[in-house]
């Protein structure tokens, strides 16, 4: 999972692309890079570490142009260089920056069509540079520089490439080109605004980006759109691929996403509630005399469901964990050795409210299952009588193939064990999951009743299909020990 920004304004857009990084921080924090487009010329500085680690002001300073685009990384594959390091460029045709949030099921077979048929070559292991050269021998092909060859090209990315992608891009001439997947599975809005300079336009992962930024947003970018925006304060939007099934992102709304974005016309906020709602149900159903004194959250994404849950239940919603701030999110640690310390220093139980009480852990998901072993300790340790753990999402029985670091299914907790079987492992009295058509319904909500999302992480049925022999090789790039031999060696 990454962050992407692009804006195409009136004055330099430097300074804008770094304040929207920063709200988009909690998407990924191992690397960050933003491109600018100075007339004909393009501007880059990229490295790893989070953004305010690697943008100065030296490094700003030479970010000049009224064009950008901005990403921060988290690593799903490949290798974890500087080398990875988003925006890429390819200086042909007419030059080319791009950033991209996702991840190509079809990577292999690309990168040889690439070399052997596009006569282009792939400096990296990212798919974001893949799908750059692909992009860019497309436009190529156009024979000439508008935002209706750019829309054609992108159509034969559509056709050439196979996954999850939202990608911002820049091409020297023509301006902010931004593209979403044919199944809309990665998340792109798009946002406007009127200066006394002329009308600007910005596309980002999430609204929150738009929002602190001072642009109106307008809409989420329909499944295979393709917009261009020069600093011209024009728009040229375009659906450049077949009719698909639309399927959002679900895990955009149990985890990643800021509760204060919009995706899909749906508030983060509001699904986290609703989740809190469906799975406060599912308790009472199962155990209508429940003994559960206390609900806490496990922060900072399940603060929502975790007081709906409380309403609903008639029992007191209590802080039990403070944060430490200055940890990144667990989550997306590179390695499971680095997960499990990080999980130390980032939490600490308040004893009183743990003390001879029954308490209702609540998490948006459980995932690996190691935090979770650890945090049920934590709350034994601090004097719990009883520890019952909820999950405001389902059994992650499956990897992720879309742009989400779910890893090889052998290193989920859930693949191949039953309920019981986990609520042992991770050592809590109860387990309670969330059922799937609960989460999807809490999700929808009342405005888009029946609406379709990617669960694949739960439910293994994938949108795209999934070529053969492609977990085997995810297996060898996204296992832990794949990743810690990459640092090693």
């Known amino acids: 999972m990454c962050g992407i920004i692009g804006i195409a304004g009136a004055s330099d857009v430097a300074a804008a692309l770094y304040d929207g990084l920063t709200v988009l921080q909690h998407r990924g924090q191992d690397a960050a890079g933003i491109a600018t487009l100075d007339g004909r010329r393009l501007c880059l500085h990229k490295g790893n570490g989070m953004v305010k680690e690697v943008f100065d002001e030296r490094a700003m300073a030479g970010l000049t142009g009224r064009v950008g685009i901005g990403h921060c990384r988290y690593p799903t594959a490949g290798s974890e260089g500087s080398d990875e390091a988003q925006p890429f460029y390819v200086n042909s045709p007419y030059g080319i920056a791009l950033a991209h949030n996702g991840n190509l099921i079809n990577t292999d077979e690309l990168r040889r069509m690439v070399f052997e048929q596009d006569r282009r070559n792939v400096n990296t292991e990212s798919d974001s540079e893949v799908l750059l050269n692909v992009f860019a021998h497309e436009l190529q092909n156009q024979g000439e520089l508008s935002p209706r060859a750019a829309a054609r090209a992108v159509a034969g990315v559509h056709r050439r490439c196979t996954g999850g992608y939202a990608v911002v891009s820049m091409v020297i001439g023509l301006g902010l080109v931004a593209f979403r997947d044919p199944h809309g599975i990665r998340p792109l809005v798009l946002g406007r605004r009127e200066t006394a300079r002329g009308v600007e336009y910005a596309v980002a992962s999430e609204s929150v980006a738009l929002d602190i930024l001072g642009f109106v947003r307008e809409r989420d970018l329909l499944p295979g759109e393709c917009v261009v925006a020069g600093a011209d304060g024009r728009l040229h939007a375009e659906v450049c691929a077949g009719p698909a099934e639309h399927t959002p992102c679900i895990f955009e709304y149990v985890y990643f996403a800021r509760p204060d974005s919009m995706i899909e016309n749906i508030s983060v906020h509001k699904a986290r509630m609703r989740m809190g709602v469906t799975l406060g149900q599912k308790i009472l159903r199962l155990r209508p005399g429940h003994d559960i004194d206390t609900v806490i959250p496990i922060p900072d994404t399940s603060r929502d469901a975790a007081l709906e849950i409380a309403n609903l239940l008639g029992v007191k919603y209590r802080e039990g964990f403070v944060k430490n701030r200055y940890v990144?999110?667990?989550?997306?640690?590179?390695?499971?050795?680095?997960?499990?310390?990080?999980?130390?220093?980032?939490?600490?139980?308040?004893?009183?409210?743990?003390?001879?009480?029954?308490?209702?852990?609540?998490?948006?998901?459980?995932?690996?299952?190691?935090?979770?072993?650890?945090?049920?300790?934590?709350?034994?340790?601090?004097?719990?009588r009883k520890v019952y753990l909820a999950s405001a999402a389902p059994p992650v029985r499956y990897p992720n193939v879309y742009g989400i670091d779910m890893?090889?299914?052998?290193?989920?907790?859930?693949?191949?064990?039953?309920?019981?079987?986990?609520?042992?492992?991770?050592?809590?009295?109860?387990?309670?999951?969330?059922?799937?058509?609960?989460?999807?319904?809490?999700?929808a909500g009342p405005k888009f009743p029946g609406r379709k999302f990617d669960s694949s992480c739960f439910s293994g049925e994938y949108v795209t299909g999934i070529p053969d022999g492609y977990f085997d090789r995810l297996r060898q790039l996204r296992s832990d020990e794949a990743k810690r031999k990459r640092r090693v060696g």
């Open 407 to 443: 890893p090889s299914a052998d290193e989920l907790v859930a693949h191949g064990r039953s309920e019981a079987e986990i609520e042992k492992l991770l050592g809590c009295d109860w387990l309670i999951y969330q059922d799937l058509a609960d989460l999807e319904a809490a999700v």
């Open 328 to 384: 990144g999110r667990t989550f997306i640690m590179p390695g499971q050795g680095e997960r499990v310390r990080s999980v130390r220093r980032k939490l600490n139980p308040i004893p009183l409210e743990f003390r001879d009480r029954v308490v209702l852990l609540v998490d948006d998901s459980i995932v690996r299952g190691t935090t979770s072993q650890q945090i049920v300790q934590m709350a034994r340790d601090a004097g719990a």
